[in-house]
């Protein structure tokens, strides 16, 4: 079977990418090709990132590989904090004191309008291809829920009456950004997998 890297050590992202993409291929984590060290993520793009850790594992490695990166856009703050979504509240700080800082810079805005972006970019056998998956919804005035994880318990989205952190993963990946951007790339693997 052929084997592909996914430039995670991030075991939910691994088994949840395992089972969608079944036995067509093998998907090994960072930890199993023996690269333990931080991946730079230094472009102002997730296009960008995802490129760069991708290309990184295809150059020091070998491997045919891809790699996700993923932010929060919000209209009134211009985007932010879109590419810098992991430390917005600055390095060390975790999702919770960036959830914070968040619902604090919107205080007072009616324009509640944001929207999660993915991309995920996949060099095989010499072919570099992105694939985007995005949803649209609002920042809530306070956290609903507490499942989930990152800022799930402030997103809505459009085409749901709850949180991200209130529903089931099976519903959050049938209309979340990273679900539809993996679709695309499962849609990509299926037909290009021989
Ligand atoms: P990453 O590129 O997947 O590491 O995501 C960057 C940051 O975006 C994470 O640290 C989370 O705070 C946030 N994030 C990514 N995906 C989600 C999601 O599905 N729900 C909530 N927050 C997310």
Known sequence: ??????????????????????????????AEIGCHEDIPETADTLEGNALMKARYVKEKYGYDCFADDTGLMVDALGGAPGVYSARYAGPGHDSVA????????????????ARFVTVIAL???????????????????VPDGDGGFGYDPVFKPRESAVSFARMSAEDKNSISHRGRATRKLIDYLSTNSI
């Open 1 to 30: 079977m052929r084997e592909i890297v996914f430039a995670t050590n991030n075991q939910h992202k691994l088994s949840e990418m395992r089972a969608i993409i079944g036995d067509r291929f093998t998907v090994r984590s960072l």
């Open 98 to 113: 960036n959830t914070r800082l968040l619902l604090k810079n919107l205080e007072g805005t009616t324009d509640r309008s």
């Open 123 to 141: 060099i095989m056998g010499g072919e570099t291809l992105t694939f985007e998956g995005a949803v649209e919804g609002e920042i809530l005035p």
